[in-house]
């Protein structure tokens, strides 16, 4: 069954140091660890491509940095696409896949979250959060349509006013959902394009 799918098998993935790489390779290498200065400061996007810059974290995990660099970016006038891997979030339990519809919508349940979602959602137009729910098959991302990812648009916690509340539930749309329909947002084709 769907939701059992990490728990049922050893976790095999790459060290956080290769999946960066993974993601990089969708883009040339002039577009990978592109300094973005504004105002006479100076932040690294992992990925840049037109007005998108794309961060890559290895986990959920969410420091208070997060949404400072956000911000820098957003103010620099990009649009922040912050990708997360979270298998193994997934794998030990901190976050659990309540309901899926084909991978159109899922419902999520984030335990003990390391920040407020419902705060990311309601305050930021400007970025999204893209997590990677799935292991990277074998090969290149480049060609890859496999089902791996999933796009955050609403999120509650049980604590809307603590910066770190109890449980958040969260909805994730299946859009972008592999890695050649990130691909082709980066190259601006629009969400509904895909």
């Known amino acids: ?36 200065t504004y105002e006479g400061q100076t932040v690294v996007a992992f990925i840049q491509v037109n007005h998108y810059v ?6 959920l995990l969410m420091e208070a940095s997060f949404f400072d660099v956000c ?10 696409i912050w990708l997360m891997r979270c298998t193994q979030d997934i794998h030990n339990g901190y976050l659990k896949l309540v309901e899926n519809d084909n991978g159109r919508l899922c419902r999520w349940l984030w335990k003990s979250p390391t920040t407020n979602f419902d705060r990311w959602t309601s305050d930021n137009c400007c970025a999204s959060i893209v997590l990677q729910w799935r292991p990277i098959p074998d090969g290149g991302l480049q060609s890859c349509n496999e089902r791996m990812l999933q796009r955050v648009i609403w999120s509650e916690s049980d604590t809307p006013e603590e910066m770190i509340p109890g449980r958040t539930r969260f909805t ?23």
Not at 172 to 194: D, I, K, Y
């Open 71 to 80: 911000e820098f970016f957003q103010l620099a006038g990009y649009h922040v």
């Open 1 to 36: 069954m769907l939701f059992d799918l990490f728990r049922h098998e050893e976790l095999r993935q790459c060290t956080p140091e290769e999946w960066k790489k993974q993601w990089q390779s969708l883009v040339p290498p002039e577009n990978r660890d592109v300094p973005i």
């Open 54 to 59: 794309m961060m890559l974290q290895d986990g």
């Open 172 to 194: 994730t749309a299946g859009v972008p959902a592999t890695p050649v329909q990130l691909l082709r947002w980066l190259n601006g084709a629009a969400l509904s394009e895909l």
